[in-house]
């Protein structure tokens, strides 16, 4: 494999992790109260991006392989629950 091969796959296996995390950072601004919508819009995906790729690899070492549904699940409850926490839902 060369190094363009392996940039392309490097990049489909974390394009799931940012694109939740693009979308959770957009839908928190509008289903977050305003005072506790926590850090910038980038910045909340720059800090929800590492969340969903250490999920990603969790279940890459986990399962053997990637693409498997309980690990997107995983992905997606632990953005949620790290973005919840970081914006302070609980206050709302």
């Known amino acids: 494999m060369n190094a363009i091969d ?7 296996f974390l ?3 940012f694109a939740v995390a693009v979308l959770v950072a957009g ?4 289903l977050l109260p305003k005072g506790g919508s926590g850090p910038g819009w980038w910045a909340s995906v720059a800090l929800d991006f590492p ?11 986990y ?12 992905m997606v409850a ?15």
């Open 15 to 17: 394009a799931p992790a």
């Open 51 to 61: 969340v969903g790729a250490a999920v990603l690899a969790a279940g890459l070492w």
């Open 78 to 92: 632990a953005i949620g629950i790290f973005h919840w926490v970081l914006a302070r839902g609980w206050r709302g």
């Open 6 to 12: 392996l940039l392309a796959h490097l990049l489909g």
């Open 27 to 30: 839908a928190a601004r509008v």
């Open 63 to 74: 399962f053997g392989r990637d693409g498997k549904m309980a690990t997107y699940a995983a």
